[in-house]
């Protein structure tokens, strides 16, 4: 939805307008007020309203991320074992 916005916002500009609507919308300030509505509209939605939701959103997260940790190590001892086995190795 809010690729839709800055879609339709930048649909009628001009190229010449594109770099100052890019510093205007991306600005250190601009981001820490869209992170900062984001985060109240969040509170307003899960934790105002005593819902489950911010505790799977944790779990499913740790999992998320704990798997993507892991993954540049997994995949070194998958070509490993693939070099292995090309080779006649352990």
């Avoid at 939605?45 to 944790?58: C, E, F, G, M, N």
């Avoid at 779990?59 to 074992?81: D, I, K, W």
């Amino acid at each position: 939805m809010a690729m839709r916005r800055v879609y339709s916002e930048i649909k009628g500009k001009k190229v010449k307008e594109l770099p100052t609507y890019i510093k205007s919308s991306f600005s250190t300030q601009a981001v820490k007020t869209y992170v900062r509505k984001g985060l109240d509209n969040y509170n307003d939605k899960y934790i105002q309203t005593s819902s489950v939701q911010p505790l799977l959103h944790i779990c499913f997260g740790g999992m998320a991320f704990s798997y993507l940790v892991a993954l540049p190590n997994e995949r070194r001892h998958l070509e490993h074992q693939q070099h292995a086995k090309e080779h006649g190795g352990h």
